[in-house]
């Protein structure tokens, strides 16, 4: 992409009319500019010495008509460079356009130009690269994802690429792939491009994990907000818990896996307080669950970890105030769905009587499954009443990874 001869702020000021040779007034019209939420651009095939300006909302939606100017001059020299440097008394224009064939790329001004245009963007305009960052980083993985496995595909990702996952998720979009492209180089989140063959040419890309295209059109990055929104609304003391089945890990592994699971709960799902059990079954009784078993090995090494479902059963035998319980699927709870039942109706013999006391986990209001691309809210009475519903822990046909 060819350097523009000038910059933001100099097109801005032949744009209203300033002297842009006095630095003061770049300043000055970038505001006015913002003011009116319009911004300096040259027409793509027209000479971009004879600046314009357009709204921004324009400017964004046809991006490909309308060119933007760096808000600096990003053409001197790399340090080291063998060109000789151009001469401080040649006049302003000529020294741009012989730095504008420089040995700087054309790739890192593209990306110093989408950066100071976001700058200039109001609030509504930023929010949609924001929004295509969180969906990239919900579907996309530079490592291979313990969990969902399944449901990934490890493919070389370009900046044509980057677009099309876009589309699927948004719709038409105006930006172009090199945007999109400089808008996830500039996060570093999924490493350095590297250029491959390609239909006989070389390519610039990643090879990422991304989500199959069938669940793409799945709305992960709206559904985690309206959870959000969700906790906001509804404020209860919200605990998690995970459970990690027996098996031949070392020590070390089974923990590095609880770990991610906890950090999954406490960041992704805002639990306040986690619980695990290092090696149970599902199936297994959850009031029973941990009570004679020493997990200290495994509790003492993870970070915000509560304890395990024992501790938690004795918290709830004395915790009074509404409680939230969230779980990654269903059988990072159990598989039993009458274990579920009774583990929310906790039946008690009452003293010297013969009936029995129900309701000692009240406060537990709400169970939160996450499924990974969605959220599941259960309230208590659906758990008790609804056998539909307490169906659908009966569904584990084989071990599915719950940490990510």
């Known amino acids: 992409m060819p350097i523009p001869p000038m910059t933001a702020p100099v097109a801005a000021c032949i744009v209203l009319g300033y002297d842009s040779k006095i630095i003061a007034n770049h300043e000055l019209v970038m505001s006015k500019m913002r003011d009116i939420e319009m911004v300096p651009v040259y027409v793509h095939d027209s000479n971009p010495v004879h600046p314009t300006a357009i709204s921004i909302k324009v ?15 990003n053409t001197e020299h790399k ?17 741009r356009r012989k730095d504008s064939i420089s040995s700087v790329s054309s790739e890192d001004s593209y990306v ?22 969180k969906h990239f980083d919900n579907i996309m993985s530079l490592k291979k994802p313990i969990s969902d496995e399944e449901m990934h595909d490890k493919i070389f990702v370009d900046s044509t690429s980057l677009k099309e996952i876009l589309e699927k998720r948004f719709g038409p979009c105006s930006q172009s ?20 063959r390609h239909s006989g040419k070389m390519v610039e890309g990643r090879t990422l994990w991304v989500l199959k295209d069938k669940f793409l059109e799945v709305d992960a990055m709206n559904d985690l907000t309206k959870y959000h929104s969700y906790l906001r609304v509804h404020p209860m003391t919200t605990i998690g818990y995970a459970r990690k089945s027996p098996g031949k890990e070392s020590l070390e592994t089974r923990c590095s896996l609880l770990q991610k699971m906890a950090d999954r709960l406490k960041n992704r799902c805002l639990c306040t307080k986690i619980f695990v059990s290092p090696s149970s079954k599902a199936d297994e009784p959850l009031m029973v669950r941990d009570s004679k078993k020493d997990c200290s090995k495994y509790l003492n090494v993870l970070i915000d970890c509560a304890g395990n479902m024992n501790d938690l059963c004795t918290i709830l035998d004395r915790k009074f105030k509404p409680v939230r319980l969230v779980i990654i699927d269903y059988a990072g709870l159990s598989t039993e769905p009458n274990n579920v039942r009774d583990f ?23 169970l939160v499954i996450d ?13 008790l009443e609804n056998e539909d519903i307490l169906s659908r822990f009966d569904c584990r046909s084989n071990y599915k990874h719950r940490s990510t």
Not at 79 to 95: D, I, N, T, Y
């Open 371 to 383: 499924h990974g691309l969605t959220f599941e809210i259960l309230k208590r009475e659906d758990l």
């Open 177 to 196: 792939p090199r945007q999109i492209e400089a808008w996830v180089n500039k996060t570093n989140k999924w490493g350095q491009r590297k250029a491959v």
């Open 79 to 95: 340090e080291g460079s063998s060109r000789p440097a151009v001469s401080e008394s040649a006049p302003l224009s000529s020294k």
């Open 112 to 133: 110093s130009i989408e950066k100071n245009l976001l700058e200039m963007l109001p609030k509504i305009i930023r929010k949609h690269t924001e929004d295509a960052l």
């Open 59 to 73: 400017q964004t939606v046809n991006s490909y008509i309308y060119l933007t100017y760096p808000m600096e001059d």
């Open 344 to 366: 929310f109706r906790k039946e008690e013999r009452l003293f010297d009587t013969h009936s029995y006391d129900c309701s000692r986990y009240t406060q537990v209001k709400e």
